[in-house]
C-alpha cells in the first residue's frame, strides 16, 4: 500500500503520531535514499591526505555549506509533511508525500557527505524542525491553492540559494557540486509540479518574508 493511500486512510490521530515518529528518524539521521547518490561511491581517504584534495580552509567553508544545505532538507522534509497533515485533496497531498520522499534523498546525500568532510548536521535541528512543521499546518490551513503556491515560492527561493552555493563551492569539491546540481534539478520539478497543480503566486510581502526568515536560517545553520 502506497503512503498517499495509508494516509488518506488513517485518521488524525494516527497521521499525528506517525508524524512524530518520522520526525524523530529524520532528526536522528536513520533515513535512507531511494536514489543513488549523484557524487558516486565515497573514496578511501589516504591518511594525510586532505578531503579530496580540499585545503583545511575549503573543507570547513564547504562543511558549512552542506549543513545549512542539510538544515533546508530538514526544514523540506517538516514543511511538506505538515502541508501534506491539512491537505484538502488527496491529489495535493499526494503532491506534498511525493516532494517529501525526494527531499529524503537530499537529506541522506548530505548527511554522507558532511561525514565525509569530517562535520556534523546543525545542532538547532530540532528547533528547524519544529518550526517549519508548523508552518507546513498554517499554509495548508489557507487551502490548497495557496498551500502549492507557498511549495512553489519555497522551491524558487531554494533554487536560487542552490545556484549561489554552485558559484561559491571550492571549485575542486566536485563531490558536493554534483549533489547540489541534483538538488537543484529535483527542486525546480517541485517548483514547476507545485504551479502545474494550481499554486497561486504568494503576495510579496509573504515573499518577503520568507527570504528574512531563510536568511536568519541560512547564517545560522553555517556555523551552528
Known sequence: MSETVSFRRASLLDRVLSEADRALRVLAGSVSARRPN???????????????????????HAAGL?????VGEICAQALYRGQA???????????FLRAATEETD???????????LRSRPSLLNPLWYAGAFGLGVLAGKAGDAWNLGFMAETER???RHL???????????????AIVEQMAEDERQHR????QHGGKSLPAPVRAAMR???KVMTSTAYYI
Open 106 to 116: 537530499h537529506l541522506a546525500w548530505l548527511d554522507e557527505r558532511l561525514k565525509e
Open 85 to 95: 497533515l491539512v491537505a484538502d485533496k488527496p491529489g495535493t497531498r499526494e503532491v
Open 66 to 70: 552542506m549543513r545549512v544545505n542539510h
Open 192 to 195: 514547476v509540479t507545485a504551479e
Open 163 to 177: 545556484d549561489g552555493h554552485l558559484g561559491t563551492l571550492p571549485a575542486n569539491d566536485v563531490r558536493s557540486r
Open 157 to 159: 527561493q531554494v533554487e
Open 38 to 60: 549523484p557524487a558516486g561511491p565515497a573514496p578511501v581517504a589516504e591518511e594525510g591526505a586532505g578531503e579530496g584534495g580540499l585545503t583545511e580552509g575549503e573543507r570547513r
Open 212 to 214: 528574512c526568515g531563510a
